[in-house]
């Protein structure tokens, strides 16, 4: 009895050491440990608040990502997307419209889009990945016509967006806290969650158990489409004015984010609280490399080794369970 117990105290030990989160949570412990040993600025809490108002539109991103990757799908026209939103919104506003108006208007852009990708890669049964690159580019055409290629000024209409609640915390990285339990419950708590887990693990056994493939593709796309049109206007408050190109990439971040928490391309796994952990990791990764003086170009060569290392891992993972 003794050592059937033994044997499943470790079990349970193994299951948490290759658990995910616990090694990126104790990478991040360690990182910033470091980091704050090296640099004492980068452990005091007005740098840990702009970490997570950095991360605020990443980690929205990764949201959708994730709930999308999970179901066996993916979304290579966010970073455009939330461009298209951001500028629907900055134009409405700038026409003199009041600022909440110009806000729904941006969301509701990027969810139709959302709503467009859901329609095609359900119904034409085409990969997501290829048919959403094309998307991408229908977006980043939409926003070069509104926009005429030009920036477009904010003029600081959008600036509650930054006020600070609480006295430290601003609406922005509330705002992300918020879509990322709502996250949580929807893919954990609730019978949609369960059916997009299970059309990412085996979508030719969900079809056969009855569940109706195309709706939760639809529905999915639709879901991340308002996440990122939700995200789009927060990129827009916080850059204070927006481009057709300044979202380009962000949609490999996300992904990026995604895999580092666990999320794999093959569908089926991964957990909402470990690519929020991914989107934190890379956010705190981005800021030490600042705080520490690393010039631009390094961080781009050590950000392509992030996106390496992330795909080994996440592959790595797979081979062995």
């Given at each position: 009895?003794?050592?059937q117990k033994?044997?499943?105290?470790?079990?349970?030990?193994?299951?948490?050491v290759?658990d995910?989160?616990?090694?990126?949570?104790?990478?991040?412990?360690?990182?910033?440990?470091?980091?704050?040993?090296?640099?004492?600025?980068?452990?005091?809490l007005?740098?840990?608040?702009?970490?997570?108002?950095q991360?605020?539109?990443?980690?929205?991103?990764?949201?959708?990502?994730?709930?999308?990757?999970?179901?066996?799908?993916?979304?290579?026209?966010?970073?455009?997307?939330?461009?298209?939103?951001?500028?629907?919104?900055?134009?409405?506003?700038?026409?003199?419209?009041?600022?909440?108006?110009?806000?729904?208007?941006?969301?509701?852009?990027?969810?139709?889009?959302?709503?467009?990708?859901?329609?095609?890669?359900?119904?034409s049964?085409?990969?997501?990945?290829?048919?959403?690159?094309?998307?991408?580019q229908?977006f980043f055409?939409?926003?070069?016509?509104?926009?005429g290629?030009?920036?477009?000024?904010?003029q600081?209409?959008?600036?509650?967006?930054?006020?600070?609640?609480?006295?430290?915390?601003?609406?922005?990285?509330?705002?992300?806290?918020?879509?990322?339990?709502?996250?949580?419950?929807?893919?954990?708590?609730?019978?949609?969650?369960?059916?997009?887990?299970?059309?990412?693990?085996?979508?030719?056994?969900?079809?056969?158990?009855?569940?109706?493939?195309?709706?939760?593709?639809?529905?999915?796309?639709?879901?991340?489409?308002?996440?990122?049109?939700?995200?789009?206007?927060i990129?827009?408050?916080?850059?204070?004015?927006?481009?057709?190109?300044?979202?380009?990439?962000?949609e490999?971040?996300?992904?990026?984010?995604?895999?580092?928490?666990?999320?794999t391309?093959?569908?089926?796994?991964?957990?909402?609280?470990?690519?929020?952990?991914?989107?934190?990791?890379?956010?705190i990764i981005?800021?030490?490399?600042?705080?520490?003086?690393?010039?631009?170009?390094?961080?781009?060569?050590?950000?392509?080794?992030?996106?390496?290392?992330?795909?080994?891992?996440?592959?790595?993972?797979r081979?062995?369970?």
């Amino acid at each position: 009895m003794s050592n059937q117990k033994n044997k499943m105290s470790k079990q349970k030990v193994l299951t948490i050491v290759k658990d995910q989160r616990i090694i990126l949570l104790l990478v991040i412990i360690v990182l910033m440990t470091i980091v704050g040993i090296i640099n004492p600025k980068f452990l005091k809490l007005g740098n840990i608040t702009a970490i997570l108002q950095q991360i605020s539109v990443l980690g929205i991103l990764t949201m959708a990502m994730a709930m999308l990757l999970i179901g066996g799908g993916i979304d290579l026209s966010m970073g455009y997307n939330m461009t298209l939103g951001g500028i629907v919104s900055g134009s409405i506003i700038m026409s003199g419209a009041p600022p909440i108006l110009g806000v729904l208007a941006g969301i509701a852009a990027s969810t139709v889009c959302g709503l467009a990708n859901g329609i095609i890669v359900a119904k034409s049964k085409a990969m997501p990945l290829v048919v959403t690159i094309g998307t991408g580019q229908i977006f980043f055409g939409i926003s070069l016509l509104i926009s005429g290629g030009a920036f477009i000024n904010f003029q600081h209409r959008l600036n509650f967006l930054r006020e600070r609640i609480f006295g430290f915390l601003p609406l922005m990285v509330i705002v992300m806290i918020v879509i990322v339990l709502l996250m949580f419950v929807l893919l954990n708590k609730t019978k949609f969650g369960r059916r997009i887990v299970a059309i990412g693990g085996n979508e030719q056994n969900a079809f056969l158990s009855g569940i109706k493939v195309d709706s939760y593709k639809v529905i999915s796309y639709t879901i991340a489409g308002f996440i990122v049109g939700i995200a789009g206007v927060i990129f827009a408050a916080r850059l204070n004015a927006i481009t057709a190109l300044a979202g380009s990439g962000y949609e490999t971040d996300a992904m990026v984010a995604a895999v580092i928490g666990g999320v794999t391309f093959e569908g089926g796994r991964g957990t909402v609280s470990g690519a929020f952990l991914g989107a934190l990791l890379t956010g705190i990764i981005s800021n030490a490399l600042d705080i520490l003086g690393v010039d631009a170009y390094t961080k781009i060569v050590i950000s392509g080794a992030i996106i390496v290392s992330a795909v080994v891992v996440s592959s790595t993972g797979r081979r062995r369970t």
